[in-house]
């Protein structure tokens, strides 16, 4: 995968700098079998909703068993 390795900043920094609480789970798969990310963004000091999305989406859309194929 040719990516800058700075390139996940542009989506962490903005909630880094204004004190949002944010979770990156894991919501499906490219048609290459790589992860794809979901971020979830809340009021500020609010981490326990996002913590509860986070934990209801995990609920819905298991993946724990799931792998990146990397062949």
């Given at each position: 995968?040719?990516?800058?390795?700075?390139a996940?900043?542009?989506?962490?920094?903005?909630?880094?700098?204004?004190?949002?609480?944010?979770?990156?789970?894991?919501?499906?798969?490219?048609?290459?079998?790589?992860?794809?990310?979901?971020?979830?963004?809340?009021?500020?000091?609010?981490?326990?909703?996002?913590?509860?999305?986070?934990?209801?989406?995990?609920?819905v859309?298991?993946?724990?068993?799931?792998?990146?194929?990397?062949?």
């Amino acid at each position: 995968i040719n990516v800058s390795p700075t390139a996940w900043m542009a989506f962490t920094f903005p909630f880094n700098m204004t004190g949002h609480p944010a979770a990156s789970i894991p919501c499906g798969w490219t048609n290459d079998g790589l992860p794809i990310g979901m971020q979830i963004v809340g009021k500020r000091f609010d981490e326990l909703t996002v913590l509860q999305v986070s934990k209801a989406f995990e609920e819905v859309a298991p993946w724990q068993d799931k792998r990146p194929n990397f062949s």
